[in-house]
């Protein structure tokens, strides 16, 4: 029986996909708990609906200390580019609000 080389190809892949599923580790793997500071404000019930929803809290503080420009934009981002439009204007506004009060710069632009 003649294997053909498309055959050939989806066997050499299955064997490449099924060698990294069959591997054991001999040990506990310990995935580290890193807290993050979340700070509580005005807004943060709206955070915690629109954004949590997708992003762990860390994802968003480790921006670090930022502009009010710079956290709008962000929100803007995950409305545009992210399609995240169940975030209304308001809500994009206290958002905003929230990051720069609790984690901002102290800096508009």
């Known amino acids: 029986m003649k294997i053909t080389n498309r055959i050939k190809k989806l ?3 299955a064997a490449v996909i099924a060698v990294p599923l069959s591997a054991k580790v ?3 793997v310990v995935v580290p708990y ?10 943060f019930d709206v955070v915690q609906a629109q954004c949590l929803t997708c992003h ?9 200390p930022q502009s009010k420009a710079f ?20 809500d994009a506004e206290i958002i905003t609000d929230y990051f720069f009060e609790q984690y901002g710069n102290g800096q508009l632009k």
């Open 26 to 28: 001999n040990e506990d």
């Open 71 to 90: 956290w709008k934009e962000k929100v803007e981002k995950m409305i545009v580019h992210f399609k995240a439009d169940m975030i209304t204007e308001k």
């Open 11 to 13: 066997l050499l892949a």
């Open 34 to 43: 890193v807290a993050f500071p979340i700070k509580m404000g005005k807004g």
């Open 56 to 64: 762990s809290f860390g994802y968003m503080i480790n921006q670090g």
